[in-house]
């Protein structure tokens, strides 16, 4: 009973076997191998974006904090939710990479920023001229860390407001499959049609190994990319163990299936969690991810019975009432089995 998080999943047997097939023979590094400049086509086919800039990394940090620096300079703001990853979960790295930019925190139920909220935000800031941090960029996360997701008409929204004051979006995808299958739509609408300049298009959370692609809609971005990642460090030699990894999880749509897997837990999960009395869900579940609330008593029985999950937030404790509702986070991966949610369920009942 592993609900963790999804990171902690292992890998397709697919992807296993593309790495194994990588690693005859000799290649070429640093990604001018064939499956590299195959990987590069298959994305730029996927997005329906031809001229698009693709860049392979091996952690989403690296993904965002790189994207990140190629649009907003070290003297200006990222506007985000206020629980977005490059704020809580980053150690800095936005900041870092960026040479020091401004994460500006913007509200919104359930880790959405609204677009009234983004509006009054970016008016807000830059307003005394040379004394503030000028306005830079706008991220969104998709899905969001309250495993919510925003549609393309909501992507869009945000974007024009971002795009009204000449500022570029950027979309954390780490659990970009997870959103595509929760809301039915195609890359293309979710993204660069929405109004999308640079996504992190994650693999990690949805079962590679370790592999991110950074896809920048505006290729004259791509050179500035090239070096940051060279010079932050994250240019790999044998990039073609990276390319194998993206190449098995784009084929044949193994990644909307994984992700189709692990969404379809969560949705099973939560039935079952709909179903108690004792229980509320804190945020609506809309992908992979389901943060509930039960007594104390009940996380006591489950943690007995071996399940794996966090308290969210953190700062709770299984001492005290037993009655007391203590929050919790659930995240289904792409190996979550019905098995398993069925015996998290009944472990409930003791």
Not at 33 to 51: G, K, Y
Request: net charge negative; with cysteine; charged share 20%.
């Amino acid at each position: 009973m592993h609900f963790a998080s999804d990171n902690g999943s292992g890998v397709p047997p697919e992807v296993i076997a593309a790495l194994g097939r990588a690693n005859d023979g000799f290649a070429a590094g640093y990604g001018a191998d064939p499956l590299s400049l195959a990987v590069r086509d298959r994305l730029r086919a996927l997005f329906e974006a031809p001229q698009a800039a693709v860049h392979l990394v091996a952690t989403g940090t690296a993904a965002n904090a790189l994207a990140l620096a190629c649009y907003c300079p070290p003297w200006a703001a990222v506007f985000c939710h206020r629980v977005a990853h490059i704020e809580e979960d980053e150690c800095g790295a936005p900041e870092f990479y960026t040479g020091g930019a401004k994460l500006v925190l913007v509200e919104g139920s359930d880790a959405r920023m609204a677009p009234d909220a983004l509006e009054a935000r970016i008016k807000a800031t830059g307003g005394a001229g040379v004394h503030n941090v000028q306005r830079g960029m706008v991220s969104l996360t998709n899905t969001t860390e309250a495993g919510t997701v925003y549609t393309p008409a909501e992507v869009a929204a945000l974007s024009q407001v971002a795009h009204r004051h000449g500022l570029p979006v950027h979309m954390d995808g780490a659990r970009f499959a997870n959103a595509l299958v929760a809301t039915g739509a195609t890359p293309a609408d979710i993204t660069w049609r929405a109004g999308v300049d640079v996504l992190s298009f994650g693999g990690t959370k949805n079962g590679l190994l370790g592999v991110e692609a950074v896809i920048l809609f505006d290729p004259a971005k791509a050179w500035e990319f090239e070096l940051r990642r060279k010079r932050g460090g994250h240019l790999f030699s044998k990039h073609r163990y990276l390319a194998a990894q993206m190449d098995a999880y784009l084929e044949g749509d193994l990644w909307l299936r994984l992700a189709g897997q692990a969404n379809a837990m969560a949705e099973r999960l939560t039935a079952g969690l709909t179903a108690r009395a004792d229980t509320r869900l804190v945020h609506p579940p809309q992908a992979n991810m389901v943060f509930a609330a039960f007594p104390r008593a009940v996380h006591r029985r489950l943690q007995a019975a071996g399940a794996k999950y966090y308290l969210w937030p953190f700062d709770q404790t299984l001492e005290g009432p037993d009655d007391a509702p203590v929050s919790c986070r659930l995240v289904c991966s792409w190996s979550t089995t019905a098995a398993e949610v069925d015996a998290f369920l009944a472990h409930m009942d003791g």
